[in-house]
């Protein structure tokens, strides 16, 4: 989807990070990357939505203030070309991330930041993190590079619902971002299916083909992520649905709806605001998190037992073996 045909005003909030060569344009990149979590404009988008939107937004955002909450920051992550971008501009109401149906997407993360009587929203665009069927161990390193010292509060893992199957890639883009943010990112996160505005197969009604689409990619994640029975009882990943294009029917207060009739941009924000509300805790990107897990600190696991292994089947016949030779040598030959 084109997001110049969305109408939205053109803003450049965002700060993009081009590719460079050469080490200062790289040194002028690192600036841009800090310029770009400084920079916080007043968001005049949301003046774009209809009245009915405006209301639910502002209520919804005045419901975090009063649990004081003035901050939210949002990752966008998944595959490439699911509209990962489209939806943060549906979410801003702005173009503030370029979109083109003709290009690849950024292949650097940009962080959108708006600010509404004394709240602060920044939402994280990241590129797809598969290239030619495998997972781009390069653009994750990027990603982890830019989130360094940011609080993700809520994780949107955004898929297309109009794809009809799920594959192993699947799996390993799930197992990735658990491989980044461990097992407690899915405690805050929402799983968000695209082109929402999508004709189900003749044999199923639209909630019901939702439904199917939802559990399949659901269980992906729980395989993935690898969560046990326990673990899958305690996360409950909502689902919110999106339709970002420009020929989204619309209600009779002119909000643009799903099929099932679902206003989606308040819908999708207060999932967002219940996700971020709950009691798990946000994820804080140190540097730890990044390093991941020291090998050999999962060696040191290990040193009790094999210590203990050696001293029962090692030192301990060694000193019987001992003891009888020195028996046997005491011993007098005449008895």
């Known amino acids: 989807m084109i997001g110049s045909s969305q109408g939205y005003p053109s803003t450049h909030s965002g700060v993009t990070l081009s590719s460079v ?7 002028h990149s690192n600036t841009q990357v800090f310029m770009a ?38 990752l966008v992550m998944g595959k490439g070309g699911v509209g990962k971008s489209s939806t943060v501009n549906s979410i801003i109401g702005e173009r503030a991330v370029t979109v083109s149906a003709f290009q690849s997407e950024a292949p650097r993360p940009t962080m959108v930041s708006r600010e509404r009587s004394g709240f602060t929203l920044n939402i994280i665009d990241t590129p797809g993190i598969v290239e030619g069927g495998y997972i781009n161990d390069q653009a994750l390193e990027i990603i982890k590079r830019f989130l360094l010292n940011k609080t993700i509060d809520v994780l949107l893992y955004v898929d297309r619902l109009d794809a009809y199957r799920v594959d192993t890639l699947d799996g390993q883009v799930v197992k990735a971002i658990s491989n980044i943010f461990g097992q407690e990112i899915w405690h805050k ?15 199923l009604t639209y909630n019901e083909f939702m439904s199917k689409r939802s559990e399949a990619l659901l269980k992906v994640v729980h395989l993935g992520a690898r969560l046990n029975k326990q673990d899958i009882q305690s996360i409950s990943i909502p689902v919110g649905l ?14 643009k709806i799903l099929p099932n009739g679902t206003a989606w941009i308040p819908s999708i924000v207060e999932t967002i605001t219940e996700v971020a509300l709950t009691e798990s805790k946000s994820i804080l990107v140190d540097q730890k998190l990044i390093d991941g897990p020291n090998p050999n600190d999962r060696g040191k696991l ?34």
Do not use: M
């Open 21 to 27: 060569s050469g080490h200062r344009q790289q040194d």
């Open 37 to 74: 979590s400084q920079l916080i404009r007043e968001w005049s988008g949301i003046q774009q939505f209809p009245p009915a939107t405006q209301d639910k937004l502002l209520e919804l955002l005045g419901r975090l203030k009063e649990k004081k909450r003035n901050k939210l920051t949002i």
């Open 189 to 203: 996160a929402i799983l968000v299916l695209t082109h929402a505005q999508v004709s189900p197969p003749d044999s």
């Open 242 to 255: 999106v339709e970002n294009s420009s020929r989204c029917n619309k209600n009779g207060k002119d909000e």
């Open 302 to 335: 290990f040193i009790p037992l094999i210590l203990a292994f050696q001293y029962f089947f090692v030192l301990k016949p060694i000193q019987r073996w001992i003891k009888n030779d020195v028996d046997k040598e005491l011993k007098p030959q005449w008895a």
